[in-house]
């Protein structure tokens, strides 16, 4: 409950809402009250005038009521407060259940904002171990259980006990004797409750947790959908699709059978104890019926709320189980946070350089005493066999993660003593596999920032997309589908390119994709390398040989370890490795270490 309720306050602007919430409760709760007080009136009538004397709390009320407002003189005034209570518990009701609505939508809105700020300040080691599923299932599934959890909290939590205790007033006011049963019907109507809610919540955990299981199977056999075609895997996805639907399924209906079961045990039990309370109403304590009805009437005003607690409860538990799952994300603390004492990196002057630099991104070293210095304006390639640890050299010098042993230095200062922002800002990277988003051209190069339209284009033409792109219907303005996909692999990778040139920042990092460009694209891509040569200090993690001819350096890695750096001539003279591989380049025109 803890963790819902410090949800709620944590929403900014909700302080005023909740006094508002709370405000229209109390009158709903009134208004509810009057609803029954209507009802002492209807069944008293006329007599209740004369009947005052009796001392009894609702005669008494009634008496004095019909003094200021003769609802008891006439039928037809009679009518106006029925509906006079009846317009005023709608409102009221109204005013209630949509402030409480409103509630629940903004914390909604600020869970999904939170949830989506945080995990962008998390490292990429947390995205290794939480899937897109995983996490797209907690930010809308969860977010939203939770906001409808709140809103039955708002009725459970603040109604209900008010309900309770007015209307346990007012029944102590009517009949002493008759609340007593009331009261020993009470704890035996909280058991259950509180019994199914136990199992509910554990079972909502379970079918989060499987919602998550459902969503990544979903996404990952959508976003294969080629393969699976090709393979004429059909059936198999259709399996694995069918085993986390079923198992779903079978949770929900575990669920449910809990979930419909709690009203109708609470309405059992309170049906009971009304029984008795008539009985012994009429026939023990001679009560008079409209007394009798009167009562019945609280009663039934004291146990609905509880039964809808019961069916509400359930609610609760399922948000609670949201919650619990949420927070493990938000309360991810993020281990490459800037030092207190960070310094801004304001430019790049010297060289950037590995000391022998150890990582791995689990129990296995991929980088064992890696020794690199790339000096400012150079070109180096980085080639190696596949699973080298190439790529990896990449993602360390933009800190995406930071080394186990030795250090990663620019210009001499650490980069771990950086702030990570400002470094970035001296990298302009190229990822290996393209990121487009659904939006223009234009934007997909400028990245959302305010560039002028001269330079995305002069950044455009460097990056050889400038052509393909103006040959497009709507040229810059065309809107990419999801992640570029209407466009061939070297068109999306010269746009990312681009994206990286328009930085207009000092180092360039290239982790290239060559396996998926065709050679014309490969040719646009070697072309803008070369002009870039000098204007730039370019790492580029070559996984073809084909781009690299023109480096100033190049070096051999192997199994997370130099094994070689020169330039092609003597790479080819005096390192075997490197040998073969252009061998096995030019003989068979195959990739290497793809
Ligand atoms: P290369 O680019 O030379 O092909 P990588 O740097 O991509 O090699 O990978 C080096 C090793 O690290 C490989 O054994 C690979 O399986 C492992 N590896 C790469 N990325 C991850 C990751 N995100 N999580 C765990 N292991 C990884």
Redesign the pocket.
């Known amino acids: 409950m803890k963790l819902i309720y410090s949800t709620v306050v944590r929403t900014p602007k909700i302080k005023p809402l909740i006094c508002f919430t709370i405000i229209s409760m109390v009158l709903v709760t009134i208004a509810s009250q009057l609803e029954i007080f209507a009802l002492g009136v209807i069944t008293k009538g006329d007599s209740v005038v004369h009947t005052a004397k009796s001392g009894n709390f609702i005669d008494t009320v009634i008496s004095q009521l019909s003094e200021v407002m003769p609802v008891t003189k006439s039928l037809f005034n009679l009518a106006i407060f029925l509906v006079f209570v009846a317009l005023f518990k709608a409102t009221t009701l109204f005013l209630f259940r949509f402030n409480t609505k409103k509630i629940a939508i903004l914390v909604s809105k600020d869970l999904r904002l939170r949830f989506f700020e945080h995990i962008q300040t998390l490292p990429?080691s947390f995205y290794?171990k939480h899937n897109i599923g995983s996490l797209s299932s907690r930010v809308v599934n969860d977010s939203y259980v939770i906001a409808e959890s709140i809103n039955s909290c708002l009725v459970n939590y603040l109604q209900t006990p008010f309900t309770v205790l007015t209307t346990l007033t007012l029944c102590f006011l009517t009949s002493w004797q008759l609340s007593l049963i009331m009261f020993i019907g009470f704890p035996l109507i909280v058991f259950p409750i509180f019994f199914i809610a136990r199992r509910i919540k554990k079972i909502s955990r379970e079918i989060l947790n499987n919602q998550e299981h459902f969503l990544s199977v979903l996404i990952d056999f959508i976003s294969g959908i080629q393969t699976v075609k090709v393979f004429s895997m059909e059936d198999f996805s259709l399996k694995k699709y069918v085993e986390q639907n079923d198992k779903l399924a079978d949770l929900e209906r575990r669920s449910a059978r809990y979930d419909v079961s709690s009203r109708p045990v609470v309405h059992m039990i309170g049906m009971s104890f009304l029984a008795t309370a008539l009985i012994y109403g009429l026939y023990i304590q001679k009560m008079e019926i409209s007394e009798v009805v009167f009562f019945c009437g609280l009663l039934y005003v004291f146990y609905e709320p509880i039964k809808k607690f019961a069916e509400e409860n359930n609610r609760i538990q399922r948000g609670l189980a949201a919650a619990e799952r949420l927070h493990e994300v938000l309360n991810q603390k993020n281990h490459q946070e800037d030092s207190k004492n960070a310094q801004t990196l304001t430019s790049f002057e010297k060289a950037i350089e590995f000391k022998d630099v150890w990582f791995k991104?689990?129990d296995?070293w991929?980088l064992k005493g890696l020794d690199l210095k790339v000096e400012k304006g150079q070109t180096v390639a980085i080639v190696?066999?596949?699973?080298?640890?190439?790529?990896?050299?990449?993602?360390l010098i933009p800190r995406l993660y930071d080394v186990n042993k030795g250090e990663i230095t620019i210009d001499d200062t650490p980069i771990t003593t950086l702030t990570q922002k400002s470094l970035r800002e001296h990298i302009a990277f190229v990822p290996?596999k393209s990121f487009l988003f659904i939006d223009t051209i234009s934007t997909n190069i400028s990245f959302g920032k305010t560039i002028l339209t001269e330079k995305i284009e002069a950044a455009s033409q460097r990056a050889h997309a400038d052509e393909f792109i103006r040959r497009l219907p709507k040229g810059y303005k065309t809107v990419l589908s999801e992640a570029g996909k209407d466009l061939s692999g070297g068109q999306q990778q010269r746009l990312t390119i681009a994206r990286a040139l328009v930085k207009e920042a000092p180092i360039l990092v290239m982790?290239e994709a060559t396996s998926s460009l065709d050679v014309v694209s490969e040719n646009h891509i070697k072309l803008a390398i070369q002009q870039l040569k000098g204007e730039m200090t370019q790492i580029i993690?070559a996984?073809r040989l084909s781009t690299i001819e023109g480096a100033d350096k190049i070096v051999v890695?192997d199994d997370?370890r130099k094994v070689a750096e020169g330039t092609k001539e003597e790479l080819l003279k005096s390192c075997l490795q490197f040998q073969m591989m252009w061998q096995t380049m030019h003989q068979a025109n195959e990739p290497v270490?793809?």
């Open positions: 990429m290794q991104y689990e296995q991929v190696g066999p596949t699973g080298a640890g190439k790529s990896t050299i990449a993602q290996q982790d993690i996984h890695i997370g270490g793809v």
